[in-house]
């Protein structure tokens, strides 16, 4: 993320950015393909540092992500060489879009998806090596989130795929007190059912 721009949430290629980030939010996959298909590179930092794919997973654009991850095998069927090869943004042949790629604040798009709550979304991501539990920089994973904002079947996908039920964030908040702290009682006795350790304090000695 770091070689891919200049200041804190500023894109260095500016140009190509603004076009990618704006194909991207509208929902645009042809303008978004013909930017690819001339060399932008969708790994680059766009505005306040998502991606390409962090940006479509947060919104929900499945067919953007889908396209996304199957990047690699599309572009190694390509035999022609984009005229922009010279810009350190340019995309190459047999080059993969990072799952795993995280915002300056540690946000990934599996983490995005789960908060807002895109589960066709998370889905494609683990079936593409998301990892479950990476976390942000405030140690908060993605079955937190789903946790937090009510998500039941995105916490039953999550732990399927091997999500730490007692992973703790930074104040010492676990999955089951965001659950407990905001009344969603059946993800609670989900979690509690997965094992999830219902002495755990956080910082300020509260327990679930």
Wanted: charged share 15%.
């Amino acid at each position: 993320m770091g070689n891919a721009s200049g200041k804190e949430g500023q894109p260095k290629y500016p140009d190509i950015a603004e076009k990618l980030y704006s194909a991207v939010a509208n929902g645009d996959i042809d303008s978004m393909k013909e930017l690819i298909s001339s060399g932008a590179n969708p790994n680059m930092c766009l505005q306040q540092g998502y991606t390409s794919l962090i940006l479509a997973s947060g919104l929900g654009h499945i067919e953007i992500v889908n396209y996304l991850l199957s990047l690699e095998s599309e572009r190694q069927h390509t035999n022609s060489r984009s005229s922009t090869s010279q810009h350190q943004g340019q995309w190459n042949f047999g080059q993969r879009v990072k799952v795993n790629a995280c915002m300056y604040n540690g946000c990934t798009a599996l983490i995005v998806a789960c908060e807002v709550g895109h589960i066709d979304v998370v889905r494609m991501l683990l079936k593409n090596g998301a990892r479950v539990n990476q976390a942000q920089n405030n140690h908060r994973t993605a079955l937190m989130q789903a946790s937090q904002n009510g998500h039941i079947e995105m916490v039953q996908m999550l732990l399927e795929s091997g999500a730490m039920v007692n992973a703790v964030d930074d104040v010492g908040m676990t999955s089951l007190h965001m659950a407990c702290q905001y009344g969603h009682n059946e993800i609670a006795r989900l979690l509690l059912c997965s094992g999830t350790d219902v002495n755990s304090c956080n910082m300020t000695v509260e327990h679930p």
